[in-house]
């Protein structure tokens, strides 16, 4: 673009330098150039004088001359476009536009492994099988994923036996395929099924990098009691201060594929933004 137009407007600009130089004396010449530091020098002054007695002419310039004076408007531009690609760059880099181009992703520090439960959850993991329990390891955990169980007035342990006997379907014939890492129940009791190392089986196709939590409820419409809604608060705070997450990484079923689940937080909007804020509130008591 810049060459084109250039020698598009290249009679025009030499008839403008020409004049130009031409007004110009030796001496306001040098005063100019040693003004310039940038190294700049449009105008040498040892070709100076040789334009000097073309006063007023319009065919003068020798064709080093003219082309020094072509390359004048590059090398005025370039200084600038080389600072605002360095500042664009170091833009991006700030925001991390790394990200988006190159799928650089910051490393991600926490030791899942690591993660000890504390006592007011009940461990009883699911058999190791390819349709609740495939022994997958979870590298990071970006959210933390909640869910109703849709199977009014069943318990915690019930739904643990169901994802546990998964493991005996023929892998030869396929099957039913689903899991979770913790189940909240009726009482406020929490199982947890899956180690937060291995992915769960619920949140397709989010599996890699959410961690699961059904919750129990005693009707249709899907709403916690309120000893369920209490541990659900208390776990997921537990969760987000262990797996360096906040509320706002708190998500529905919903909002990973679109089911209608959790129902009750799908259905009563504030309900599901007044559970965030208790979780925000619990994990700054913590
Ligand atoms: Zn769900």
């Known amino acids: 673009m810049l060459y084109l137009s250039q020698s598009k407007g290249d009679a025009d600009m030499q008839d403008e330098y020409s004049n130009d130089i ?43 001359g003219s082309r020094s004076r072509r390359r004048t408007p590059i090398e005025k531009i370039l200084p600038v476009l080389c600072l605002a690609l360095l500042f664009l760059a170091g833009m991006g880099a700030g925001v991390g536009i790394g990200y988006r181009i190159w799928g650089y992703e910051a490393p991600y520090t926490v030791d899942l492994k690591a993660i000890k439960s504390p006592d007011w959850i009940e461990q009883k993991l699911l058999r190791k099988n390819i349709f609740s329990r495939p022994d997958v390891s979870m ?43 913790f189940i909240v129940g009726l009482e406020g009791e929490i199982i947890q099924c899956i180690p937060l190392s291995e992915i769960s089986y619920a949140n397709a196709p989010r599996n890699f990098d959410t961690v699961t939590i059904e919750v129990c409820h005693p009707d249709e419409t899907g709403k916690f009691t309120d000893a369920s809604y209490e541990s659900l608060v208390k776990l997921t705070a537990w969760l987000c201060e262990e797996l360096d997450l906040d509320e706002k990484d708190v998500i529905r079923h919903y909002d990973v594929n679109g089911k209608g689940c959790p129902k009750y937080f799908v259905d009563n909007e504030d309900a599901w933004k007044q559970f965030r804020k208790d979780v925000k509130a619990a994990l700054k008591e913590q």
């Open 139 to 181: 590298r990071s955990v970006k959210n933390i994923v909640v869910h109703y169980v849709g199977n009014p007035n069943t318990s915690a342990d019930s739904n643990q036996r169901y994802f546990d006997s998964l493991a005996d379907q023929d892998p030869e014939k396929g099957g039913a395929s689903s899991s979770s890492h």
């Open 22 to 64: 031409n007004r110009i004396s030796p001496d306001e010449g040098a005063a100019n150039s040693s003004k310039n530091t940038a190294g700049n020098t449009f105008r040498p002054q040892a070709e100076r004088p040789r334009f000097k007695p073309e006063t007023g002419a319009v065919s003068g310039p020798s064709r080093t």
